[in-house]
């Protein structure tokens, strides 16, 4: 054998191998040691029927709080001026929108009825 490469083979040793093990050690302990900020909001939700989602229209003036109702969802809207008086979807506001929405309209007709998969049949004949 090469005489360099038996020296630099024997250069080599254990010690190299147990300080790159504690320090391995050390940096996966003080990663470990890293909480988050804040712990994850709680995500459960509360169920609200019709009437309830109907009280928060934003009637009440520009603070008040509005919601709307989606596929089951509930949504707080109020920070956008479109679910406001004047807005283009002010009549959203405090309803259930699914089959309007599904329908690409605003009319009144299609507000607060409920979306059912299994129950709702939706008129597939009108022209767009």
Do not use: H
């Amino acid at each position: 054998m090469n005489k360099e490469y038996v020296e630099n083979r024997e250069e080599f040793d254990f010690t190299y191998w147990i300080i790159g093990l504690v320090g391995f050690v050390i940096l996966y302990k003080v990663l470990n040691l890293i909480q988050p900020a804040e712990p994850m909001p709680d995500l459960t939700q509360k169920k609200y029927s019709i009437d309830e989602i109907r009280k928060f229209d934003g009637a009440k003036g520009p603070e008040d709080t509005v919601y709307i109702g989606l596929m089951g969802y509930v949504f707080d809207v109020s920070s956008s001026p479109n679910f406001r008086a004047g807005g283009m979807y002010e009549k959203f506001a405090g309803r259930e929108i699914s089959i309007a929405c599904a329908n690409y309209s605003t009319e009144e007709k299609f507000l607060d009825e409920i979306y059912d998969p299994e129950t709702t049949v939706l008129d597939t004949t009108k022209q767009q």
